[in-house]
């Protein structure tokens, strides 16, 4: 199985600031068959980023991603007060399509 | 636009099965896989498994022994059983729709696992 291993666990950030997540594969990602979700609290996850780096419908364009293989990234270039969320990547390469640990973008 | 919304009991003893419904707000469930994922109490996501309304499925590792998921198109609607289940399936289970990546989800529904 394909082990997703996301990092920092934790970015403590401020408005108008960069944030830049990581999310690394045990195993190359076929076809960048990884996905990124938001989740804030209390609510479902929103689908943020597809095939590594196609946004989804509605997803602002500051949101970006980015990567091949084994490593990837989300950036939100300015951070608003809503992106202050937890982040999960997922790959959808090869059952079971685990998720990773999540990364928390703090203010 | 396609909704889904989970339904069942919220509260399950030890030893005994989770029964989760999910049910599709338009047609199509036959042209998708159908995915279930829970969170536990301030963790993160955990994948448990799809469903396809021909029968195929897939499941996690860690759950697979104790997991079925089937889809019934007359219902519009996808099944979640969790067998024998212990505190730690106390979750938020929430359906998806999976187009590969899990594109709509269902709002969630926290089941307690306790006597």
């Known amino acids: 199985e394909i082990v997703l291993t996301q990092s920092p666990g934790t970015l403590s950030l401020s408005p108008g600031e960069r944030a830049t997540l990581s999310c690394r594969a045990s195993?190359?990602?076929?076809?960048?068959?990884l996905a990124w979700y938001q989740q804030k609290p209390g609510q479902a996850p929103r689908l943020l980023m597809h095939?590594?780096?196609r946004r989804a419908a509605g997803i602002p364009d500051r949101f970006s991603g980015s990567g091949s293989g084994t490593d990837f990234t989300l950036t939100i270039s300015r951070l608003e007060p809503e992106d202050f969320a937890l982040y999960f990547c997922q790959q959808y390469d090869r059952s079971p399509f685990l998720f990773g640990g999540g990364t928390k973008v703090e203010f | 636009q396609l909704q889904l919304q989970e339904s069942g009991p919220r509260v399950v003893k030890p030893s005994e099965t989770l029964s989760l419904t999910c049910t599709v707000s338009?047609?199509?469930?036959?042209?998708?896989?159908w995915t279930w994922i829970r969170q536990s109490p301030g963790k993160g996501l955990e994948w448990v498994g799809n469903g396809h309304y021909g029968g195929n499925t897939n499941y996690s590792p860690s759950l697979k022994r104790r997991v079925s998921i089937s889809v019934d198109m007359s219902m519009n609607q996808i099944s979640l059983k969790v067998h024998s289940v212990t505190t730690a399936d106390t979750a938020v289970y929430y359906c998806?729709?999976?187009?590969?990546?899990?594109?709509?989800w269902g709002q969630g529904l926290l089941v307690t696992v306790s006597s």
């Open positions: 095939a590594a780096s």
């Open positions: 998806a729709r999976e187009v590969g990546y899990l594109d709509v």
């Open positions: 338009s047609g199509f469930i036959t042209s998708y896989y």
């Open positions: 195993e190359t990602v076929t076809a960048n068959y």
